[in-house]
C-alpha cells in the first residue's frame, strides 16, 4: 500500500475553496441587509433628540397600557389606561409588518369595538411589529412598537 501525498497544489484548491465560501456567504449576507434595510427612521436624529425627553414624559403621562394579539383572522390591538378600563383614542394610525423588512407592511384598518381596536387580517407564522401613532384626546401623542409573535 502506498501513502498518497499531499501537494501544494492541493493545498491551495484547499485554502482557496474555503475562502472562496466564506467570501460568498458574506457578500450574500450583505446584499441581503443592504437590500432589505428600511431606511432611516428620522431624517436627523439631532433634531429629534432635542424634543426626545418631552414626548417621552407626555407619553408616560398618559399611562396607557397596549396589547397586541391575532386570533381567527382577526388583529387585536387593547389600549388601556391607568384604570385598567379600554382607551378610545381621538386618531389611530399603525403599521404592521416584519421585524427585518418592509416587503410585507400593510396598513391595518382598525374599528373601534368598545374594548379594542380590531381589524381582519390574515398573518402568517413569525414576528410581526405594529408600529403605531395614537393622538389622545388632549393632542398628546404616544408612539409605540408592539411586538406580535404568531405562532
Keep these: 500500500m502506498t ?14 475553496a474555503a475562502f472562496g465560501v466564506i467570501i460568498a456567504v458574506n457578500l450574500a449576507l450583505a446584499y ?12 436627523n436624529s439631532y433634531v429629534a433628540s432635542q424634543q426626545f425627553d418631552i ?7 398618559l399611562g396607557w397600557q397596549v396589547e397586541a394579539s391575532h ?23 399603525a403599521v404592521l409588518g416584519r421585524a427585518t423588512n418592509v ?16 381589524a381582519p387580517l390574515d398573518l402568517g407564522a413569525g414576528n410581526w411589529n405594529i408600529r403605531m401613532l395614537a393622538t389622545a ?10 411586538v406580535l409573535i404568531k405562532r
Design 55 to 61: 414626548r417621552r414624559t407626555a407619553q408616560e403621562g
Design 3 to 16: 501513502e498518497r501525498q499531499i501537494t501544494g497544489r492541493q493545498v491551495f484548491f484547499g485554502f482557496s
Design 103 to 118: 416587503r410585507d407592511d400593510v396598513t391595518p384598518d382598525f374599528t373601534f369595538d368598545g374594548q379594542a381596536y380590531t
Design 32 to 43: 441581503n441587509a443592504v437590500r432589505t434595510f428600511p431606511g432611516l427612521e428620522v431624517a
Design 137 to 146: 384626546e388632549d393632542g398628546t401623542e404616544f408612539r409605540q412598537r408592539v
Design 71 to 93: 386570533h381567527a383572522g382577526i388583529l387585536t390591538l387593547a389600549i388601556t389606561g391607568e384604570d385598567g378600563a379600554p382607551v378610545e383614542v381621538a386618531t389611530l394610525d
